[in-house]
């Protein structure tokens, strides 16, 4: 069983799988969410603000830690403050994050697979 986690102000939901953070559910949906340490609780640019915490799990002692290092050095701990590359959850949740965007799909240049409607293909005949 999957637990929706809603992501304002983008109004995203993503479905955590058991045990998988929200992070890893938002990449895997194709979302790109913005970090430094790719998940490794040091960096704190992931960190999200619980609107509605009913579903997620309790933090854990590495979450905590990576807090505590980071965001709430000054002392100035807030119960609202999470991390999404370790924030789990077991039911609904709403967060808040700024910056988490869909990856691009547009064609690049550098795709072989993708073809510019603009341009000819030399090997056929215009008629």
């Known amino acids: 069983m999957t637990a929706?986690?809603?992501?304002?102000?983008l109004g995203v939901t993503f479905h955590l799988a058991p045990g998988e953070t929200l992070m890893?559910?938002?990449?895997?949906?194709?979302?790109?969410?913005?970090?430094?340490?790719?998940?490794?609780a040091q960096c704190n640019r992931c960190a999200v603000q619980?609107?509605?915490?009913?579903?997620?799990?309790?933090r854990s002692a590495v979450e905590l830690a990576g807090l505590r290092a980071v965001r709430w050095l000054s002392g100035q701990e807030d119960e609202r403050d999470r991390?999404?590359?370790?924030?789990?959850?077991?039911?609904?949740a709403t967060v808040f994050k700024r910056g988490v965007k869909p990856l691009a799909t547009e064609p690049t240049q550098t795709d072989p697979t993708q073809t510019d409607p603009t341009q000819t293909d030399p090997t056929q005949e215009e008629t």
């Open 4 to 9: 929706p986690v809603r992501v304002e102000p």
């Open 24 to 40: 890893t559910a938002a990449q895997r949906a194709g979302y790109w969410w913005p970090t430094i340490c790719k998940g490794s």
């Open 50 to 58: 619980v609107i509605d915490g009913a579903g997620l799990e309790p």
């Open 83 to 92: 991390l999404a590359c370790q924030l789990t959850a077991s039911g609904p």
